[in-house]
Nanobody
Framework: QVQLVESGGGLVQAGGSLRLSCAASGRTFSTYTMGWFRQAPGKERAFVAAISASGGFTVYADSVRGRFTISRDNGKNTVYLQMNSLKPEDTAVYYC?????????????????WGQGTQVTVSS
């Protein structure tokens, strides 16, 4: 029943910024861990960032730590990924995911719901 819809992707030059949004359905959004994953052509879907249900805990992949920031607005049922200092290697389809557990996790298999993805392309 939970639906996730990503938006905000696009084309940006290296060093630029994008802000991704993920709008979620349902009244229980505030109890979900929310995460962002990305998948480049020929590669597995990889963890990017996650945020606990309350927003009090975040975790990041080493490749994005210090450049990306995950946040959430439970009143809007929305999670965000602010991406700064983008690099060509950040190019991928970015997916929003929800885990019904309130505890943030990096493990892809723990996530119960997935969005359709939004393309991020970073040019050199």
């Amino acid at each position: 029943q939970v639906q996730l819809v990503e938006s905000g992707g696009g084309l940006v030059q290296a060093g630029g910024s994008l802000r991704l949004s993920c709008a979620a359905s349902g009244r229980t959004f505030s109890t979900y861990t929310m995460g962002w994953f990305r998948q480049a052509p020929g590669k597995e879907r990889a963890f990017v960032a996650a945020i606990s249900a309350s927003g009090g805990f975040t975790v990041y992949a080493d490749s994005v730590r210090g450049r990306f920031t995950i946040s959430r607005d439970n009143g809007k049922n929305t999670v965000y990924l602010q991406m700064n200092s983008l690099k060509p290697e950040d190019t991928a389809v970015y997916y929003c995911a929800a885990d019904v557990s309130p505890w943030a996790t990096m493990e892809r298999s723990k996530y119960d719901y997935w969005g359709q993805g939004t393309q991020v392309t970073v040019s050199s």
